[in-house]
T-cell receptor, first 110, second 113 residues
Framework: KNEVEQSPQNLTAQEGEFITINCSYS?????LHWLQQHPGGGIVSLFM???GKKKHGRLIATINIQEKHSSLHITASHPRDSAVYIC????????????FGKGTKLSVKP | DAGVTQSPTHLIKTRGQHVTLRCSPI?????VSWYQQVLGQGPQFIFQ???????GRGNFPDRFSARQFPNYSSELNVNALLLGDSALYLC????????????FGDGTRLSIL
């Protein structure tokens, strides 16, 4: 069964804290995506990665293919980072669609 | 450049009615995917179209159908609406069929009364 599991489900942090959100998946993938969803519903793509590590500003995404695990890190968190962060995977081949985790709701307090 | 646009943004229907949702991909993108997101859950895959052909279908009943037009825009149709169809319907476009960055629209929020 293709599953994407995220942890934690909810996360509250103080401004400035280092944040880690985890994602694990059950079978081999061709790509993993980290997405951000704000309360209005719109989804923004943060990263797409198939190996190693990517960095954009205060956001860092890593993936370990052997362990079928990825992490999203936020350094020096800020209240504007408050959102739902969603991990999604492509299983490749003829399957172009994404399989999503349930998301991690992050709240950063000032 | 315009992003992915979806219309309408909000829609209220009653049980048994039919609805059509529309999506315009980013210019040059040939792949359009539709997802349903129920409150508190991650999105669930409904359909993918690439080059006007269906390339994937999720676990949804036949009441759900879609198509892609020559300009790569897409429609999602849902017949005989049920209360459980209330959700945010998201459209995502990408340049090619798979392993591509996905660009999402803001969604259509459908409420069934």
């Amino acid at each position: 069964k293709n599953e994407v599991e995220q942890s934690p489900q909810n996360l509250t942090a103080q401004e400035g804290e280092f944040i880690t959100i985890n994602c694990s998946y059950s079978v081999g993938i061709s790509a993993l995506h980290w997405l951000q969803q704000h309360p209005g519903g719109g989804i923004v793509s943060l990263f797409m990665l198939s190996s190693g590590k990517k960095k954009h500003g205060r956001l860092i995404a890593t993936i370990n293919i052997q362990e079928k695990h990825s992490s999203l890190h936020i350094t020096a968190s800020h209240p504007r980072d408050s959102a739902v962060y969603i991990c999604a995977v492509n299983y490749g081949g003829s399957q172009g669609n994404l399989i999503f985790g349930k998301g991690t709701k992050l709240s950063v307090k000032p | 450049d315009a992003g992915v646009t979806q219309s309408p943004t909000h829609l209220i229907k009653t049980r048994g009615q039919h609805v059509t949702l529309r999506c315009s991909p980013i210019s040059g993108h040939k792949s359009v995917s539709w997802y349903q997101q129920v409150l508190g859950q991650g999105p669930q895959f409904i359909f993918q179209y690439y080059e006007k052909e269906e390339r994937g279908r999720g676990n949804f009943p036949d009441r759900f159908s879609a198509r892609q037009f020559p300009n790569y825009s897409s429609e999602l149709n849902v017949n005989a609406l049920l209360l459980g169809d209330s959700a945010l319907y998201l459209c995502a476009s990408s340049l090619l069929h798979s392993n591509q960055p996905q660009h999402f629209g803001d969604g259509t929020r459908l409420s069934i009364l």
